[in-house]
């Protein structure tokens, strides 16, 4: 079982900065895939980015590629998500998931492959 808290979700301007983090429980962080989702008011939650269990590995969703950045630290048991040059579109709740499926290189980018989600955290974004 893994319970997972995010924080770092507000209210920014239009090419502004924020910085997410997820903290899990359990001893076993580093043997899951993490990634963060996002849903908007009215639209299904889409796949943000990934990262592997090492670290080494990541994916993004073509929208975020060039201004976010997932990473995670392991021995802090958190997994991060700098968003930069912050858009009106990517206002959203944010949440981070966690997948055991796949291999250690693996970056789920689906919802099914996640067990574990945390309850999300706003980020809203003014034009």
């Known amino acids: 079982q893994v319970q997972l808290v995010e924080s770092g979700g507000g209210l920014v301007q239009a090419g502004g900065s924020l910085r997410l983090s997820c903290a899990a429980s359990?001893?076993?962080?580093?043997?899951?895939?993490m990634g963060w989702f996002r849903q908007a008011p009215g639209k299904e939650r889409e796949f943000v980015a990934a990262i592997s269990q090492s670290g080494r590995y990541t994916s993004y969703a073509d929208p975020v590629k060039g201004r976010f950045t997932i990473s995670r630290d392991n021995a802090k048991n958190t997994v991060y998500l700098e968003m930069n040059s912050l858009k009106p579109e990517d206002t959203a709740d944010y949440y981070c998931a966690a997948s055991s499926q796949g291999t250690v290189w693996a970056t789920p980018t689906h919802r099914y492959e996640y067990m574990y989600w945390g309850q999300g955290t706003q980020v809203t974004v003014s034009s």
């Open positions: 359990g001893r076993t962080f580093s043997t899951y895939a």
